[in-house]
């Protein structure tokens, strides 16, 4: 028996939805033909996949590593075929592009309706953005970290700073007096320490690094509000109190528009190169490039 790539698809859209009718939806299909594939590649891999209980199926030990194997072929796979399905009209190139969320809404989203080719966007942390260009899921990232995968190259572009930013009704007068005393550091700790803090989940590390390289420990404390990325603190702040750690590039338009406030690099300030990453060959590198220079512009 030779195996069919449709019974894979089945596979992951039922892991996926958890049922064989939700996989049956997402695929367009009949639920007996779902269960047809099922079957189909449980008898081509010996084993069952899935528990059947009466609301859901549950991946067995042999289905869960059938997934996390399986996965980013499959995902490569579909991505090839949806860069070289012909579409009504002219052809256009899709490319797939990495990011961090709020750099995308920042500096890449208002781009969008003039772009000449089709655009996929991928959000993640760097170690997911460099694996999704090394598996070919996307063309270009935008990353803090270089690796030494071959075929890869990165290229700096810019450098993005933490710096400590107040809402705009913060009262920050003491503040600025202990940072223009030279032995005022237990001051500046105690008065950070009593403000309000603001994090995201993702960026709880980014605090305790800036804690460290200027006071030489961690803050011991955990921030009040935890949300969802860094535009909503942002917002937060441009209504109320409460500080938090951000990258500066972030934070120019806020500041330039006087609804948050930078008060403090730190004694050692935080810096990042941000690298575009992306393959040394790409059927893509036209549009690759406009992509890059929109992002240059924006950082400039």
């Known amino acids: ?31 007996p033909g779902v269960g047809l594939h099922l079957n189909a590649l449980e008898s081509y891999t010996g084993f069952p996949l899935f528990e059947r209980t009466a609301r859901k199926m549950i991946p067995t030990e042999k289905g869960q590593l059938l997934y996390q194997q399986m996965l980013n072929s499959l995902l490569c796979l579909e991505d090839i075929e949806t860069r070289f399905q012909r579409k009504s009209g002219d052809e256009r190139a899709t490319v797939g592009v990495g990011m ?51 075929g890869l190259v990165y290229t700096p572009f810019t450098t993005e700073r933490y710096i400590l930013i107040a809402g705009r009704n913060t009262d920050i007068s003491q503040f600025q007096i202990f940072l223009k005393g030279n032995k005022n550091i237990d001051e500046i700790k105690e008065w950070m320490k009593s403000q ?27 921030p009040n509000y935890i949300v969802p990325n860094k535009f909503s603190i942002i917002r937060c702040l441009s209504e109320g109190n409460g500080l938090a750690v951000l990258p500066d590039f972030l934070c120019k338009e806020a500041m330039g528009n006087h609804k948050i406030q930078k008060i403090w690099e ?23 490039e406009s992509i890059e220079k929109m992002l240059v512009d924006e950082f400039q």
């Open 1 to 31: 028996m030779q195996a069919n790539l449709e019974w894979f698809r089945t596979f992951r859209a039922i892991y996926e939805s958890g049922t064989m009718s939700g996989a049956a939806k997402q695929l367009y299909v009949s639920q």
């Open 100 to 150: 961090c969320v709020e750099t995308f809404q920042q500096a890449l989203e208002k781009h969008i309706p003039c772009l000449e080719f089709n655009l996929i966007m991928q959000f993640g942390s760097n170690k997911q953005l460099i694996q999704s260009l090394e598996h070919g899921s996307v063309d270009l990232i935008l990353t803090t970290c270089v690796t030494n995968g071959n």
């Open 196 to 222: 309000l803090w603001y994090s995201t989940a993702a960026d709880m590390s980014v605090l305790n690094l800036f804690w460290d390289n200027n006071f030489g420990e961690l803050p011991g404390f955990v």
């Open 266 to 288: 730190g004694y050692n300030p935080i810096e990042n190169t941000l690298y575009f990453g992306k393959r040394k060959q790409s059927l893509f590198m036209n549009e690759i």
